[in-house]
């Protein structure tokens, strides 16, 4: 008897251990998804997602009304998909890509898809389910899709189109004879136009000497504001085939030089870092958004930032978009969603996050609370995103999507590793802020930030 309760025992928890091991690891595949499908093939958009979205990105429920209103859209299409969204996902996903409970599908942006895609290979790639899903491409920006591709192959879906953008003072462009009332800048103004009405646009006080207003200001010590100087010109400044960065040739110096002879030429007031004595009192008591013309306004969703303080001024203002160099050079970024590369649902997951670079889902995300600036040229060019609060009915709202062949990744996290991103950001802010302070060479502040790149750059590889 002793010996067929023993034998019960030793089974009963053998069973309990099998369901242990299945109840634990049975959401998490053992094999990588390489979304290489066959030729013919019909994807089958049923089953049971996952979808993780950072607490951070989007930390109210008015916030999350564009994913939800995008989600509950992809739900009504597709019935026999389940979709359970996690809006609590912390800043850094290593644990969660490490234990795959990122979910099938989570949120990210083109800054971070190198780090996700390549690094980590946490990210399955979509080319495939684009081609199975008849994805028309040519219907989006071309310039967000080159930022949703890393080594040739789309691993990421972006959603919006952050396209970096100025505000200016219409009525100070206007009594400097540059616009005539009823005028606006044009989408495709230069460099060379911003300089010319920079020098136009000085004023001073009855000193003759301290400038009470200037062309314009943006921080220097922001990625996207010091990126298109380093493209402006033609100068390829990373080489992510042989890992290494080529800050101090002529080309990348010509467009660095720009910043510095603006400077000089008080065309700009610089925010973010320090100056010297003398630098900071000829500028008097100018600060970003009182005394400059052009101000930078980041993007679409922080638009209300500058534009309530005109407003609020009773300034007559508008939107333009970053001046063009001979070159593309116009900071751009995009945040989107990719699917995990081990989720169990590829076939879903893909339909899911394929589905904004459509129509339908483009108007789902965007048409709600919480949405931005369409992918789609057809939609860019409706009003259904515009801002409908007082004061902004007269924005030029095509600033936002002008020029869009002509994007760049404005954060250079988007083209090398984090880490290299970090030091270059420092050393860029540290170039002009010694300049400003009459410390050093800027020349030589960018070539000792070059080795120091390729330094880092090539610890982490080995």
């Known amino acids: 008897m002793r010996r067929n309760i023993s034998f019960f025992v030793r089974g009963f928890f053998a069973v309990l251990a099998a369901a242990v091991f299945l109840t634990l690891f049975a959401c998490v595949p053992s094999e990588k998804v390489k979304g290489e499908l066959p030729e013919g093939y019909i994807p089958e958009v049923k089953g049971r997602l996952k979808v993780g979205v950072r607490q951070n990105v989007f930390p109210t429920e008015s ?41 099938d599908v989570y949120w990210l942006s083109d800054e971070t898809l190198n780090y996700y895609a390549l690094t980590h290979e946490a990210l399955m790639p979509l080319d495939s389910y684009i081609e199975a899903f008849e994805i028309d491409l040519s219907q989006l920006y071309s310039g967000i899709l080159a930022l949703c591709e890393t080594a040739g192959k789309y691993y990421f879906v972006g959603a919006t189109c952050g396209n970096i953008t100025l505000t200016y003072n219409m009525d100070a462009m ?11 800048v044009a989408d495709d103004w230069t460099w060379e136009d911003f300089k010319d009405y920079a020098e136009r646009l000085k004023k001073y006080d009855v000193d003759g000497k301290t400038l009470t207003q200037v062309g314009g200001s943006w921080p220097l010590d922001w990625s996207n504001t010091f990126s298109p100087f380093i493209y402006a010109y033609g100068g390829m400044w990373a080489d992510k085939i042989n890992k290494k960065v080529m800050l101090s040739n002529d080309l990348v ?19 973010g870092i320090r ?25 679409y969703t922080v638009l209300t930032y500058s534009g309530d303080f005109y407003n609020q001024t009773g300034t007559a203002w508008d939107v333009a978009p970053w001046p ?22 590829s076939d879903a997951a893909a339909a899911l996050v394929l589905s904004l670079w459509t129509e339908e889902g483009q108007l789902a995300f965007h048409s709600q609370e919480g949405g931005d600036v369409p992918v789609i040229k057809k939609l860019g060019e409706q009003d259904f995103w515009h801002l409908t609060r007082e004061g902004y009915d007269h924005v030029n709202f095509g600033a936002f999507t002008a020029n869009y062949d002509r994007y760049v990744a404005g954060q250079v996290t988007a083209t090398v590793p984090p880490d290299i991103a970090t030091l270059m950001k420092a050393g860029i802010k540290d170039l002009f802020e010694s300049y400003c302070l009459g410390e050093s060479s800027w020349e030589d502040k960018l070539e000792k ?3 120091q790149c390729n330094d880092l750059w090539e610890t982490l590889y080995d």
């Open 253 to 271: 110096r010509k467009g660095i030089g720009e910043v510095i002879s603006a400077l000089d030429n008080r065309w700009l007031f610089p925010t």
């Open 275 to 299: 100056m010297s004595k003398e630098m900071a009192s000829s500028y008097g008591s100018i600060q970003m958004h009182s005394g400059p013309v052009f101000v930078s306004n980041n993007a």
């Open 449 to 451: 930030l070059e080795a």
């Open 324 to 345: 063009l160099f001979p070159e593309k050079a116009s900071p751009c970024g995009t945040l989107g969603f990719g699917v995990f590369s081990y989720t169990k649902n």
């Open 174 to 184: 206007i009594e400097a004879g540059i616009l005539s009332p009823g005028e606006r």
């Open 63 to 103: 916030s999350r009304k564009s994913i939800n209103n995008w989600l509950n859209w992809f739900r009504i299409k597709h019935p026999d998909v389940t979709i359970e969204a996690n809006y609590t996902v912390p800043d850094d996903y290593a644990a969660l890509i490490s234990s795959r409970t990122i979910g």
